[in-house]
């Protein structure tokens, strides 16, 4: 099993550009997630879904837009790249209530 | 507000000694308490789960503490090792019904040889 997977593991955008960054699980878990993670403010919840077909926002969705394709599938879209957007991305999974399990994560640049 | 706080930034210590790391939160009623482990530039992985009922939760070397009452939990590692170097980050499942971590900015841990 390879577990979470992501991609692009690294990726440099200019103001405005839109990309797509990509999660799939191989362990049949239901709940998927998208966190963000900054120097000295931790992991945040940018959206997740618990099931397939629904998703949520979590505590910082704005800017951000999801698919959950299918149930090993889901996306997390830029369509305007920030600055501010300057992050490590962090994919997860798990079934309910137990823990999550996370991919390598997506380094993104914006300039 | 909701606020999680881990002890320190940064905590260093002689190898074979035990590291206390401690989870401090406020204003949330967690039914579990999650602790993770991530190495520089990984995703955090996970090392115990406590329920809001438990005392306290032990695997292998590692030891969980869960107080609702002073709404803190202590993480300590036995027998130190420098292979522990990393950074340990709590997180609280409120069980809004999504399983919603909030987790806290994490300690480094330092074990030194």
């Known amino acids: 099993n390879a577990g979470v997977t992501q991609t692009p593991k690294f990726q440099v955008l200019k103001t405005g550009q839109s990309m797509t960054l990509q999660c799939a699980q191989d362990?049949?878990?239901?709940?998927m997630y998208w966190y963000r993670q900054d120097p000295g403010m931790g992991l945040r919840l940018i959206y997740y879904?618990?099931?397939?077909?629904?998703?949520d926002k979590g505590e910082v969705p704005n800017g951000y837009n999801v698919s959950r394709l299918n149930k090993r599938e889901f996306s997390l879209r830029l369509e305007s790249a920030a600055p501010s957007q300057t992050s490590v991305y962090f994919c997860?999974?798990?079934?309910?209530?137990?823990?999550?399990?996370f991919g390598p994560g997506t380094r993104l640049t914006v300039t | 507000s909701q606020k999680i706080e881990q002890n320190s930034e940064a905590l260093n210590i002689q190898e074979g000694k035990t590291a206390t790391l401690t989870c401090n939160y406020t204003?949330?009623?967690?039914?579990?308490l999650q602790w993770y482990r991530q190495d520089p530039g990984r995703g955090p992985v996970f090392l115990l789960l406590?329920?809001?009922?438990?005392k306290e939760k032990r695997k292998e070397r590692l030891k969980v503490t869960f107080d609702t009452t002073l709404k803190q939990s202590l993480f300590h590692i036995t027998a130190s090792q420098p292979a522990d170097s990393a950074t340990y980050l709590c997180?609280?499942?409120?069980?809004?019904?999504?399983?919603?971590?909030?987790f806290g900015t994490g300690t480094r841990l330092t074990v030194i040889p």
């Open positions: 997860a999974s798990n079934r309910q209530i137990y823990e999550q399990y």
């Open positions: 204003n949330y009623s967690p039914a579990y």
């Open positions: 406590i329920r809001e009922n438990e």
């Open positions: 997180a609280l499942d409120i069980q809004t019904g999504a399983n919603n971590l909030f």
């Open positions: 879904s618990a099931s397939e077909g629904t998703t």
């Open positions: 362990m049949n878990h239901n709940s």
